[in-house]
């Protein structure tokens, strides 16, 4: 396995305010690692951080590319999908519009129709509604729909901001399994974001804590789940 | 009766104008919740430029094409250069740069061309076989011109890349920019697509109104009226109020008010539409859901 994505002396803020401190985490290719941590510790701004999206300093080399100081859409066309905080849905235009746009700077139009399709494979409610206004879709629904959307780009790297945040738990739990099946079969490393630590844990295979944008404790999936301090303090149980 | 119809339709004719221009403010508004006070001077500048070409000696249609492509190149120029830098300013900054774009061109336009009022021609002979009793050649051809570019507007948005793009970063912009678009540059290409939109707009109303550096003021606020009445950020509905306005403005002129208190229909329906529905026939009431 090769390192995909370094991460070193990263510092994010927004305005005046910095809310991420010399963070440092690694991931590597084809693997999927979680970023957890309380509300307010820096999980969503780290992900915004590695699109560019706030002002950071410090190093994000991805695939051997520095990406500090790099436009948003630059990032982007270096094959970084995000799943943003709040799904992101263009909610006025049609789902497969949607998709359309997960595919923007992508030139093979053979392949875009062909993953459109493949989209629909995977999520056959999608296919239902390929012509309503994405805003029409329910929740879960509009999930799918931005998992499907970032897939469109046909990404290295997926980010995803708490793709279980507002949904019943049996909808979580295929979206979790469909995102398993996208790891292995389509080989696409993710950063996972998550609230909800033991779903986030059992998907994972190596997991960062993050407290007041520091981060606090690293280690594999294994290591975390029974490290004494975190269950206590984070899981729960 | 006859007398009716023939003002019906020189409203229906007026109104196409006003349903362009309004088009032009909704496109601006749509992605930068601000309104463009400069929109009608620009397109009166426009309509100079086209004037200036024709003095040279190109032949109406070449001229007309030409003043397009040149006021969507500038609609873009004064994005990047003007707009850009105080993009994520406050509201009132952007309003006094609209006002401050409006009394520049308005001046400019004086200092180059003179402020005596000028002859625009129509592309349309008056003896043209379209021309009825009813309709002038000029009254037909300005609806035709002006359906022709809203149906290209339309196709456009509905059914290229780009056209998806632009509608894409105007919805959502942070969700655009991961995807890939340069938001900033759909902006100017907004930009772009507003001065043209104007520029066929003035050109098509010069004729009538004559060429003037304050040819757009009182067009511009039926444009304003327009917009209101089918809800500002409905494109469709700008269309529809525009023609709305044009007839009921032109019908109320001849029959009611006379013609020196026309402008007047346009201020009390802005006012009306603001009190009794801001959102216009058309318009989305905004509603969150959280």
Redesign the interface.
């Known amino acids: 396995m090769s390192r995909l994505l370094e991460v070193s002396k990263l510092d994010a803020s927004y305005g005046a305010t910095k809310v991420l401190f010399d963070i440092a985490f690694s991931l590597e290719e084809g693997g999927i690692t979680a970023i957890l941590g309380a509300n307010g510790a820096g999980k969503t701004t780290t992900l915004r951080a590695l ?1 560019q ?1 706030c002002r950071t300093s410090g190093s994000i080399r991805f695939g051997g590319k520095e990406l500090v100081g790099m436009a ?2 630059d990032v ?2 270096l094959g970084i ?2 799943v ?1 905080d709040g799904r ?6 049609s789902v497969e ?1 949607n998709l ?3 595919a ?2 992508r030139r093979d139009k053979r392949g875009v129709a062909e993953d459109i399709e493949r989209m629909y494979e995977r999520f056959p409610r999608l296919r239902e509604r390929r012509h309503q206004q994405a805003g029409t879709l329910s929740g879960g629904e509009q999930q799918m729909l931005a998992i499907s ?1 970032a897939l469109m ?1 046909r990404p290295r790297l997926l980010l995803l901001d708490e793709p279980s945040f507002g949904l019943a738990p049996l909808i979580v739990a295929e979206i979790f399994e469909i995102m398993r099946r996208i790891n292995t079969e389509d080989r696409v490393s993710m950063l996972l974001v998550e609230q909800n630590a033991s779903l986030a844990l059992d998907l994972a295979d190596n997991a960062y804590l993050l407290e007041t944008g520091r981060v606090v404790i690293s280690g594999t999936s294994e290591k975390i789940k029974n490290d004494e301090t975190v269950r206590k303090a984070y899981l729960g149980f | 009766m006859e007398a009716f119809i023939q003002q019906l339709v020189a409203g229906l004719a007026t109104g196409g104008i006003y349903a362009a221009l309004a088009l032009s403010l909704v496109m601006i508004y749509q992605s930068t919740h601000l309104i463009n006070f400069a929109q009608g001077e620009m397109a009166m500048f426009s309509t100079y430029v086209g004037w200036q070409l024709l003095q040279y000696g190109l032949s109406y249609w070449s001229a007309f094409l030409l003043a397009i492509l040149i006021s969507f190149v500038a609609g873009m120029t004064i994005q990047r250069v003007i707009l850009r830098p105080v993009e994520r300013a406050p509201i009132l900054t952007n309003v006094i740069v609209f006002i401050g774009l409006l009394v520049i061109f308005n001046a400019v336009a004086g200092w180059i061309w003179e402020h005596t009022v000028k002859a625009f021609p129509s592309p349309f002979p008056a003896d043209a076989w379209y021309a009825t009793s009813y309709f002038s050649a000029h009254n037909i051809g300005s609806v035709a011109v002006t359906l022709l570019m809203l149906l290209a507007l339309f196709a456009f948005f509905r059914f290229t ?1 780009m056209g ?2 632009m ?2 970063a105007a ?2 912009p ?10 900033s540059w759909m902006l100017a290409l907004g930009w772009g697509l507003a001065a043209a939109i104007g520029a066929v707009a003035g050109m098509m109303i010069a004729p009538v109104v004559f060429l003037d550096p304050n040819m757009m003021a009182g067009i511009l606020l039926y444009g304003f009226a327009a917009a209101l009445l089918g809800g500002i950020d409905n494109p469709w509905g700008a269309v529809i109020g525009g023609f709305i306005v044009g007839v009921v403005e032109n019908l109320l002129g001849a029959y009611v008010i006379g013609t020196e208190l026309k402008l007047t229909v346009a201020l009390i329906l802005i006012v009306g539409i603001l009190t009794v529905k801001p959102a216009g026939l058309f318009g989305k009431h905004l509603v969150t859901r959280v």
Do not use: K, M, W
């Open positions: 699109c999206v948003t859409e982007v066309r999908a995000h943003p992101g849905t263009f909610t006025g235009v519009d359309r746009l997960g923007y700077v959307r780009l | 890349p998806l793009a509608r894409a919805q959502n942070d969700s655009a920019r991961l995807v890939g678009i340069r938001v």
